[in-house]
């Protein structure tokens, strides 16, 4: 029996051949250890007394290591954690948590990200792009190479990432570099190239694996980013404040020498769009995470309030009407957030959305945000709403901003069912989303216009994403859009309605009490 338990992969990773880890279990396996298992694997039946010699021989490997490894070295045998939904390391919670000083410690087991950590005398060089850990002795004692960003198995955009040099030397060998800026608190490194500009990765990649590894410091440390944008800082400022008390250092952009009692390279992933309680020391989740988002935006949220309730108070003065009973009863009704699109992938038929989720009961907010909207603004609109409905693509990301309970919609274009429920889909419902996947029909693309009929476009969208990333980018996320069956999309929305008015109502009955 083999069990697939990796999908690590990017829209160019669908279905490819060999992107999927496998985990053989059955004894008929002749696999040397009995444990990884190919496409063309023979299935033979030893006689009871050889198979009893090959489990002997295949445990013997597995537990010499760890008698005879160093302290360092790390096991490779992994357990299965539902709630991760994917591989985890069983050395991910305790290796490199203790360090002693003066020493290095590398995590390379997991198949997301490297992780360094340097305790002692640290000192950086941007020029040489070395981290140097200074000891009381005269040798160079080790030397470590890492690209500190989240998608190491992805061989193209690691190519584009900084590399940092980790040295361990003697305190005498060589130049001994002098600080002109002394820390006291630890720092952590991490790059904000490869895919930063999308929101996605931003959260998955960048801000997420972020949270992840400066929890433990309790907000007394200073991060050090590789490939710095001021764009990026500005952004998310209000995050950064409640991570850290400190500035942002630029690597490259300041060339001076910075000392820290102790350094962190390299990031923590868990999952996409997720924080594994089971794997943080202090037991913090994706709710933590996001009370975080709630308690960072909320001074912005209040200022822009008070702002539109003085412009309210001008207009009052200026009109002699006071607001309407039917515009009072409407602010009760349940609200709906549509993520609109307007190149690919786009509702066709939105307004018609519009007016069916109007005559279901709800009121209707249509959000089109934009790499320039204030994400503040955006989380004010979302946290506010209780059901919010978009096509797969980066914007679902905005999930995030929803209160724990509220309802979030996807619908699934051909072609992207998988990306579609495990970038947003799962995260989503461990947030605590009410999560509802509408899965569109071959009718409802904007392809069913240019392909027969019978096409594998149409009929086997897998076949057509195993060819390669840029047919899946060229025809199912370039040119598609979406054109809705109201009548079967009604059901998803009557579905969120009665959830939202029950929610209201154990909400009114809860602050009743």
Request: include cysteine; aromatic fraction near 10%.
């Given at each position: 029996?083999c069990k697939?338990?990796?999908?690590y992969?990017?829209y160019h990773?669908?279905?490819?051949?060999?992107?999927?880890?496998?985990v053989c279990?059955?004894?008929?396996?002749?696999t040397p250890?009995?444990l990884?298992?190919?496409?063309?694997?023979?299935?033979t039946k030893?006689?009871?007394y050889?198979?009893l010699?090959?489990?002997l021989?295949?445990?013997s490997?597995?537990l010499?290591?760890?008698?005879?490894t160093?302290?360092h070295g790390?096991?490779?045998?992994?357990?299965?954690?539902?709630d991760d939904?994917?591989?985890v390391?069983q050395?991910d919670v305790?290796?490199c948590?203790s360090?002693s000083?003066?020493t290095?410690?590398?995590?390379?087991?997991?198949?997301?990200s490297?992780?360094?950590v340097?305790?002692g005398?640290v000192r950086?060089?941007?020029?040489?792009?070395?981290?140097?850990l200074?000891?009381?002795n005269?040798e160079?004692l080790?030397?470590?190479?890492i690209?500190?960003?989240?998608?190491?198995?992805e061989?193209?955009?690691m190519?584009?990432?900084?590399?940092?040099?980790l040295?361990?030397?003697?305190?005498?060998?060589g130049?001994?570099q002098?600080?002109?800026?002394?820390?006291?608190?630890p720092a952590?490194?991490?790059?904000t190239g490869g895919?930063?500009?999308?929101?996605?990765?931003?959260?998955?990649?960048?801000?997420?694996?972020l949270?992840?590894?400066?929890?433990q410091?309790?907000?007394?440390?200073?991060?050090?980013?590789l490939?710095?944008h001021?764009?990026w800082?500005?952004k998310?400022?209000n995050v950064?404040s409640h991570l850290?008390?400190?500035p942002?250092?630029?690597?490259?952009?300041?060339?001076?020498?910075?000392c820290?009692?102790e350094?962190?390279?390299?990031?923590?992933?868990?999952d996409?769009?997720?924080v594994?309680?089971s794997l943080?020391?202090?037991?913090?989740?994706?709710?933590?995470?996001?009370?975080?988002?709630?308690?960072?935006?909320?001074p912005?949220?209040?200022?822009?309030?008070?702002?539109?309730e003085?412009e309210?108070?001008?207009?009052?003065?200026?009109?002699?009407?006071s607001?309407s009973?039917?515009t009072k009863?409407?602010?009760k009704?349940p609200?709906?957030?549509i993520?609109?699109?307007?190149d690919?992938r786009a509702?066709?038929n939105?307004d018609?959305?519009?007016?069916l989720?109007?005559?279901?009961?709800f009121?209707?907010?249509v959000?089109?945000?934009?790499?320039?909207?204030e994400l503040?603004?955006?989380y004010?609109?979302?946290?506010?709403?209780?059901?919010?409905?978009?096509?797969?693509?980066?914007?679902?990301t905005?999930?995030l901003?929803?209160?724990?309970?509220s309802?979030?919609?996807?619908i699934?274009?051909l072609?992207?069912d998988w990306a579609?429920?495990?970038?947003?889909?799962?995260?989503?419902?461990k947030?605590?989303?009410?999560?509802i996947g509408?899965?569109?029909?071959?009718?409802?693309?904007s392809?069913y216009?240019?392909y027969?009929?019978n096409?594998p476009?149409l009929?086997?969208p897998?076949?057509?994403?195993?060819r390669g990333?840029?047919f899946t980018?060229?025809i199912?996320l370039?040119?598609?859009?979406?054109?809705?069956?109201?009548?079967r999309?009604?059901?998803r929305l009557l579905?969120?309605?009665y959830h939202?008015?029950?929610?209201?109502?154990?909400?009114f009955?809860?602050q009743s009490?």
């Open positions: 029996m697939k338990v990796m999908h992969k990017r990773h669908w279905n490819k051949k060999g992107d999927v880890l496998v279990v059955d004894e008929d396996i002749t250890l009995g990884v298992c190919g496409n063309n694997h023979k299935k030893p006689k009871i050889y198979l010699f090959l489990c021989i295949s445990f490997f597995f010499a290591p760890q008698f005879f160093s302290p790390f096991s490779l045998l992994y357990s299965f954690s539902s939904g994917g591989l390391s050395s305790n290796v948590s360090v000083n003066g290095i410690c590398c995590e390379r087991s997991s198949i997301r490297d992780i360094c340097m305790k005398d950086t060089d941007s020029a040489s792009s070395r981290i140097t200074y000891r009381n005269d160079v080790r030397h470590e190479k690209k500190p960003y989240t998608r190491k198995w061989k193209s955009v190519d584009t990432i900084d590399e940092l040099d040295v361990v030397k003697g305190e005498h060998s130049i001994h002098k600080c002109d800026v002394k820390h006291d608190v952590v490194f991490f790059s895919y930063t500009g999308n929101l996605y990765h931003e959260f998955n990649d960048g801000l997420l694996p949270y992840i590894t400066s929890q410091f309790n907000k007394k440390v200073v991060f050090v980013i490939e710095y001021n764009w800082i500005m998310y400022e950064l850290t008390e400190y942002v250092i630029d690597f490259r952009g300041d060339k001076r020498i910075h820290f009692p350094a962190v390279v390299g990031l923590r992933i868990h996409e769009l997720t594994s309680s943080m020391v202090n037991a913090k989740s994706i709710r933590d995470f996001r009370d975080l988002l709630d308690r960072a935006y909320w912005r949220i209040k200022g822009l309030v008070q702002d539109e003085r309210a108070r001008m207009n009052m003065e200026k009109l002699v009407s607001p009973s039917e009863m409407d602010l009704k609200k709906v957030v993520i609109s699109r307007n690919s509702i066709l939105e018609s959305l519009v007016k989720i109007e005559d279901i009961g009121r209707v907010e959000l089109s945000p934009q790499r320039t909207t503040a603004r955006i004010r609109v979302l946290n506010s709403s209780d059901v919010m409905i978009g096509v797969h693509g980066a914007a679902m905005h999930f901003f929803m209160r724990p309970g309802v979030f919609i996807q699934i274009p072609g992207t579609a429920g495990t970038y947003y889909g799962e995260p989503a419902a947030l605590g989303l009410k999560y509408y899965k569109i029909h071959p009718k409802e693309s392809l216009d240019e027969e009929k096409d476009v009929t086997d897998n076949s057509v994403n195993d990333w840029e980018k060229k199912y370039d040119r598609q859009n979406v054109k809705l069956n109201l009548g999309f009604r059901k579905r969120a309605y939202s008015v029950a929610n209201e109502s154990a909400r009955r809860l009490q």
